[in-house]
């Protein structure tokens, strides 16, 4: 399954990717799953390998773009910031405070997580986040559906109702932005926003 994968991949890919490549990035996502499944729960072990053996492989590709690494490091900056903020305040911080512990004026924030959002870095996979192919350290507890919950609880409430319009309802995000009355690209960027809230309550800088 693997193999097979790889080489659908690699026809796609650039010259430089090897189906070698990708096949080893494939096993870390193998490992990664067996590690993780039984966190998930619920869930098909077969269909919840080959998610994470391919997602793993086009991690890979995606990493070989230097603009996706770029968006990468800003990503976790952002995650960083907002666990630091949240421990120090005791509370979920503004977008204002984010900015300023990042040094940015709140303009070049949000322009920052639509950039994100763009380079496809905005995801809820909720065993992975920005790096769904590494395999998870001792130390690193795995995530549960109770700990997933309160993670969402600490959010505000715009950010519950338009992860609950994309992931409960299965809307596009067109279609949950019209519901919220906002555009397409403040939608993106407050679902941008909130996917690094959770990774900052979750621990997944």
Do not use: N, W
């Not at 994470?52 to 991690?59: C, P, Q």
């Not at 979920?92 to 950039?115: K, N, S």
């Not at 950010?159 to 319009?165: A, D, I, M, T, Y």
């Amino acid at each position: 399954m693997i193999r097979r994968q790889a080489m659908i991949l690699a026809r796609k890919a650039p010259r430089s990717v090897t189906v070698s490549d990708l096949c080893a990035r494939g096993f870390a996502g193998l490992f990664a799953a067996l590690v993780s499944f039984e966190a998930v729960g619920g869930t098909d072990l077969d269909d919840y390998v080959a998610l994470r053996v391919r997602t793993a492989m086009l991690d890979h590709l995606i990493g070989l773009d230097p603009a996706v690494r770029e968006a990468r490091f800003i990503s976790r900056r952002i995650a960083r910031g907002i666990k630091s903020l949240a421990e120090m305040l005791g509370r979920a911080p503004e977008r204002t405070e984010i900015a300023a512990v990042l040094e940015m004026a709140v303009e070049d924030y949000e322009a920052a997580l639509a950039l994100i959002h763009v380079r496809g870095l905005a995801r809820i996979e909720v065993l992975g986040f920005d790096q769904p192919e590494s395999i998870r350290s001792e130390d690193e507890a795995p995530l549960s559906e109770g700990s997933l919950a309160r993670a969402i609880a600490s959010i505000d409430e715009a950010s519950r109702e338009l992860l609950g319009l994309l992931y409960q309802e299965d809307c596009k995000m067109g279609e949950a932005a019209a519901v919220m009355g906002l555009s397409e690209s403040r939608a993106s960027i407050l679902f941008t926003e909130a996917m690094h809230r959770l990774r900052a309550a979750l621990g997944r800088e």
